[in-house]
């Protein structure tokens, strides 16, 4: 069992920046691939970003050279910085833990990008 709870969210103007932060429960929390996930309203939940156990990292094409994501397994904490924020990046951002075919989720933090 994994629980997850993020941090991090607010309300920032375009061009700004925000740091999310993920923080993991359980014992082997280094063999978790890791996401973070965001859903706006009236939209589908989608992946932004992604750091699989073995380190390697997607990134959604709208954020690439915007967001970057990393991991501490010591700590057992993703995070997610997002740089260059624009109006459509608001959206409530979840953070993802899969192994094994089970999934966690955290309840989600608010990012509002708005001047």
């Known amino acids: 069992q994994v629980q997850l709870v993020e941090s991090g969210g607010g309300l920032v103007q375009p061009g700004g920046s925000l740091r999310l932060s993920c923080a993991a429960s359980?014992?082997?929390?280094?063999?978790?691939?890791m996401g973070w996930y965001r859903q706006a309203p009236g939209s589908q939940r989608v992946l932004v970003a992604s750091?699989?156990?073995?380190?390697?990292?997607r990134y959604v094409e709208t954020v690439k050279g915007r967001f970057t994501i990393s991991r501490d397994n010591a700590e057992k904490m993703v995070y997610l910085q997002m740089n260059s924020l624009q109006p459509e990046d608001t959206a409530v951002y979840y953070c993802?833990?899969?192994?094994?075919?089970?999934?966690?989720w955290g309840q989600g933090t608010q990012v509002t990008v708005s001047s």
């Open positions: 750091i699989a156990s073995d380190g390697s990292i």
């Open positions: 359980g014992r082997i929390f280094r063999f978790y691939n």
């Open positions: 993802r833990a899969d192994m094994n075919y089970r999934e966690y």
